[in-house]
Every structure is written in C-alpha cells, then in structure tokens.
C-alpha cells in the first residue's frame, strides 16, 4: 500500500524568504503527484501536478515542485513568501491504474510580517 | 459555471439520525469523489465513481453509502450516524481518473452529537 509523508505539519516563514515544504511517499508504482492547498473554511484548489513528464513542475502563484524518483520526494518550494500564502497545503499521491488516492495530513504554512 | 457545489454547507444531527449529503458539478466530469476531513488526518477518501454507473469502496467506506444520480450527482448518505463522523465533507469531480486534476466543492460541516 501506497503512503505520503508530509514531514511538517507547521512551518512558519517570513514574509520574503523562501518556502519549502516536504513531501514524501512510498510505493512501487508510478505515482501522479499533486500540490492542492486550502485557505480557511474554503475548499482544496489545485497548485500543481506531476503526471510521469517534466520532473520540474511549476504551478501557480509562483509555486514549483521537483520530482526526485531516487529520493521518493516531491517538495514544494517558492522563492518568496507572501502574507497570501498562509494556509494549509497537502500532498497528494495517486497510484497508476487505480483509484489509489492518498492525502498527506497537511502543512500548516504561516508567514510572518 | 458553479463548478462543485455541495448542500447543506452545515447540518447537525442526532446519533441514529440519517441523512444525505447532496453534491453536483456542472464541468461534465466522469469521475466524482467523496472524502471526509478531519483535523491532523488530512483528507481520506470514503467513496469514488469512476463513472456513470459505477461506485467503489474508498480508504473508509463504513457507515455510508453512496448514489451516482446521473452524469453531474453523486450523493452520500449517512443511514445511522455516529459521533465518529462528525467531519467536514468534501466532494470533488475530475474529468477521467485519478491523474486529472480534482475540482472541490467548498464543504459540509457534519457534527453529530
């Protein structure tokens, strides 16, 4: 069975610095990885995806992620934090050829003024 | 377009009660998902439909079922609730599969007391 292992459940930045939050799973099939996050009371909204193309992914709002096989990781990064960017963000892993579907528990990121 | 909407956004029932959790999209998707949300546990999936026709078990199936109404509805319904599934309730839709991108409703608020 499939897990994703979101390393921290809060991280805290300062408005401007980078942003890293840590993803990663374990299985042995090809995954489809996701970055969704979500703002207080609001629904999940996707920020980027990797389906097996670009190893790079860059998502919106500045947002980006690398698929590293070797590493079974799938970080998300942004060069500079914003107030905007406080909310919680998961992971997401989906298996090839099933319904596989697993969320990390999330990453609550909070930015400092 | 509405994209997923979800009915109730709040309900509070009593142990033993049932009820139905209504969710629609108006994007033409095959594939519509429930997942339960809970705090520190991240978003676990209860029940997927694949497409018209077709529903199968998720990470947590017990104590609901599920109906694909049609091509846009799919619905959750609770027969005897508990206090274990006091959560928030997503749905969301894809266009075909788990390696498209999901589309989320906003939410319903569940406690049973």
């Known amino acids: 069975a499939q897990s994703v292992t979101q390393l921290d459940s809060h991280v805290s930045v300062s408005e401007g610095t980078p942003v890293l939050l840590r993803c990663n799973y374990s299985?042995?099939?090809?995954?489809?990885l996701f970055w969704y996050v979500q703002h207080p009371n609001k629904g999940l909204q996707l920020l980027l995806k990797?389906?097996?193309?670009?190893?790079l992914v860059k998502g919106i709002n500045g947002f980006e992620a690398e698929f590293k096989k070797s590493e079974t990781s799938f970080h998300l990064t942004k060069p500079s934090a914003h107030m905007s960017d406080a909310a919680e963000y998961f992971c997401?892993?989906?298996?090839?050829?099933?319904?596989?579907?697993?969320f990390g528990k999330g990453t609550k990121l909070s930015v400092i003024p | 377009n509405a994209g997923v909407t979800q009915t109730p956004k709040f309900q509070v029932l009593k142990t033993g009660q049932s009820m139905t959790l209504q969710c629609a999209q108006d994007?033409?998707?095959?594939?519509m998902y429930w997942y339960r949300q809970d705090p520190g546990m991240g978003l676990r999936l209860i029940y997927y439909s694949a497409s018209e026709g077709t529903t199968d078990k998720g990470e947590v199936p017990n104590g609901y079922n599920v109906s694909r109404l049609n091509k846009r509805e799919f619905s959750l319904r609770l027969e005897s609730a508990a206090p274990s599934q006091t959560s928030v309730y997503f749905c969301?839709?894809?266009?075909?599969?788990?390696?498209?991108?999901?589309?989320f409703g906003p939410g319903t608020r569940l406690t049973v007391l």
């Open positions: 299985s042995s099939y090809s995954p489809s």
């Open positions: 997401l892993y989906s298996g090839a050829g099933s319904y596989q579907l697993t």
């Open positions: 969301a839709s894809s266009e075909a599969g788990v390696r498209n991108e999901q589309f």
């Open positions: 990797y389906t097996s193309a670009a190893t």
């Open positions: 994007m033409n998707h095959n594939s």
